[in-house]
């Protein structure tokens, strides 16, 4: 087995286990809170308190090595793709658990919820489609990047978004996961001129 099929072999491991545990996850939302909207309610949340820091690596982890080349920074960048899958299967989980709300238990979403979080599952399972080598050939590096970039962008805003109206009536979990959000999206905004900076040191 080449050293190719075995990453991707790994990387299929990793997945399964990921959405293993996020099955996991939202079936203990109906476990302590019983088949009832408030556990579809529990699972929704859980799920994606759950897929956010899956996100956040995946998101972060070029930044960092932008900055701190090596070590586990480096392993982290290595398993990007892993981490992007695992979190966009986390995520497909929230939908089964937020679809069950509205299906089974008849609760309605706002009409910006569903079209802004829509759109963004549109996006999840695009970047999910395309997270491998034959895409990148496909699309091409450049525009596959594109894709990736504001992909990216869109989930961490949504993310941002869920969390900031949290600060006040919870902080505990809107403080630490709105920090981190904007903390990553400045490291990443950092790392964006640095490397444009030695591009146009190199260039002059
Ligand atoms: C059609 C799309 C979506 C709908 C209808 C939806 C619906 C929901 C609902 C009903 C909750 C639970 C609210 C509560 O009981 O407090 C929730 C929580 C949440 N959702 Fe979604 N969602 C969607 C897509 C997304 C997407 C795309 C993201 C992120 C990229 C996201 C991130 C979150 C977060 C961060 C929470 C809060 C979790 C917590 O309390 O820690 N959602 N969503």
Same mark, same amino acid.
């Given at each position: ?24 996850? *939202? #079936? ?34 070029? *930044? ?33 658990? @937020?679809?069950?709300?509205?299906? =089974? ?18 996006? !999840? ?10 895409? =990148?050939?496909?699309?091409?590096? $450049?525009?596959? $990047? ?11 805003? !949504? ?17 630490? *996961?709105?920090?981190? !959000?904007?903390?990553?999206? @400045?490291? $990443?905004?950092?790392?964006?001129? $640095? ?8 260039? #002059?």
């Amino acid at each position: 087995m080449t050293s190719r099929n075995l990453t991707s072999v790994s990387t299929t491991l990793w997945v399964v286990l990921a959405t293993l545990l996020a099955l996991a996850v *939202a #079936a203990s939302g109906f476990l302590t809170h019983g088949w009832t909207i408030e556990g579809a309610g529990a699972a929704t949340r859980l799920t994606a308190r759950l897929a956010l820091p899956w996100f956040l690596l995946a998101w972060g982890a070029s *930044a960092l090595v932008a900055f701190w080349p090596g070590g586990w920074r480096q392993s982290l960048l290595r398993r990007r793709r892993a981490l992007g899958l695992s979190f966009a299967f986390t995520h497909f989980v929230h939908f089964a658990a @937020l679809t069950s709300m509205s299906v =089974i238990f008849g609760r309605e979403h706002s009409m910006v919820s569903l079209v802004g979080g829509g759109f963004t599952y549109v996006m !999840i399972t695009v970047m999910a489609l395309t997270s491998n080598d034959q895409s =990148i050939r496909w699309m091409g590096a $450049k525009r596959w $990047k594109t894709l990736h970039s504001w992909g990216g962008a869109l989930i961490a805003l !949504i993310f941002a978004n869920s969390y900031m109206g949290r600060i006040e009536s919870d902080p505990a979990l809107g403080v630490p *996961a709105f920090s981190a !959000i904007v903390g990553v999206a @400045l490291l $990443k905004i950092a790392a964006w001129r $640095k490397r444009r900076g030695s591009r146009l040191t190199a260039t #002059a």
